[in-house]
């Protein structure tokens, strides 16, 4: 745990959000977003997501997090009163790091059900104060994505139409995240095949999005906030895709700050990054170098996060929060659902 002293006010990654501004539903068609496009000399545009095979050049690198979100949140009983349990990771099988609500029912020794399933509180889990360590016993048959579901943000206030909605269209691989990485929303299987066709390499990664993602700033300053880990993935075709771009010239384009975070946790020193796998605490704010990504595809963030404070190190925080306030006058959606931002790294 980071301790409090001198450092950034996290108040200066604040703004004001209003709750019209959040989007609750995705749009019908994914890639009909708009899309605010930061220009390199500092002007911004209005556009839609549709534009973004054009923004990119041949030779260049569009980095996806094909990361898949798991049915993480169960709800059941806690004796006679609900409860619920999300999922955060799994240790082992069945034994997972979870968030437990209502936190005081469920210490050590507890346990919640529902029809074919029981979970046993084994221990606390010190990285979160609702942090526990769980297992989970479920009826020979019964799976997790049968019991439980996908777990949406506590902001989204409206049951998700179509649950299939906060899954991107490439998260081909084993349900591993407690969050989608939401920017690869926007992108389609035609869109993905423009940007391919434009010459431009698409490469996957795999962040598993937990709760160094999602847990806000709490503390004074950004420097005391806990970066939780998160376990990343790089192989050998991506990291192989990666080096090819850049000794050919090209631009290495992060689809998220998931992909941003995976790729700066590995890079290899002359613009690449080291293939393999492991966990990464890493923690991107003002004066953060970044030595792989050179453009970003991300969406608007909430105050006082640490999404917040990696855009802001990446295009400079007086323009981020500038170009939000425009966005929001201008009446662009917010968070999860809503609409994105294009731009090039702060030189």
Request: aromatic share 6%; proline share 7%; net charge positive.
């Amino acid at each position: 745990m980071r301790t409090e002293g001198a450092g950034t006010p996290t108040e200066q990654f604040d703004y004001p959000l209003p709750a019209r501004a959040i989007a609750q539903q995705p749009l019908a068609e994914r890639s009909s977003s708009r899309m605010l496009v930061l220009e390199p000399e500092g002007t911004s545009r209005d556009s839609r997501v549709t534009e973004l095979p054009r923004l990119l050049r041949p030779g260049d690198c569009l980095v996806v997090n094909d990361t898949r979100v798991r049915a993480a949140r169960l709800r059941g009983w806690v004796g006679e009163r609900s409860g619920e349990i999300l999922l955060l990771r799994e240790l082992a099988a069945g034994r997972y790091l979870a968030l437990a609500r209502p936190a005081r029912a469920l210490p050590p020794g507890a346990a919640m059900a529902g029809e074919g399933w029981r979970v046993l509180v084994e221990s606390v889990w010190p990285g979160h104060p609702a942090g526990r360590e769980v297992f989970l016993q479920a009826e020979p048959g019964v799976e997790l994505a049968e019991i439980g579901e996908v777990p949406l943000p506590p902001y989204l206030k409206q049951r998700l139409r179509d649950p299939g909605r906060y899954q991107t269209v490439y998260a081909t691989g084993p349900a591993v995240s407690a969050a989608a990485p939401t920017a690869g929303l926007h992108l389609t299987e035609t869109l993905l095949q423009e940007v391919e066709q434009a010459g431009v390499l698409v490469s996957r990664v795999q962040l598993e999005v937990g709760l160094a993602t999602f847990t806000p700033i709490r503390t004074k300053t950004i420097e005391a906030h806990p970066m939780h880990a998160e376990r990343y993935r790089i192989g050998a075709l991506a990291a192989a895709q990666v080096q090819s771009t850049r000794s050919a010239g090209g631009r290495v384009v992060a689809v998220g700050t998931t992909a941003v975070r995976c790729l700066e946790s590995s890079p290899d020193g002359s613009g690449g990054v080291l293939a393999g796998s492991g966990e990464t605490e890493l923690y991107l704010r003002p004066g953060s170098h970044f030595r792989v990504v050179d453009g970003l595809l991300t969406n608007f963030h909430q105050p006082r996060s640490s999404l917040l404070v990696l855009v802001s190190a990446f295009y400079g925080r007086d323009r981020v929060l500038a170009e939000y306030s425009g966005a929001l006058q201008r009446g662009y959606r917010f968070l999860s659902f809503g609409d994105c931002m294009f731009g090039w790294r702060r030189a």
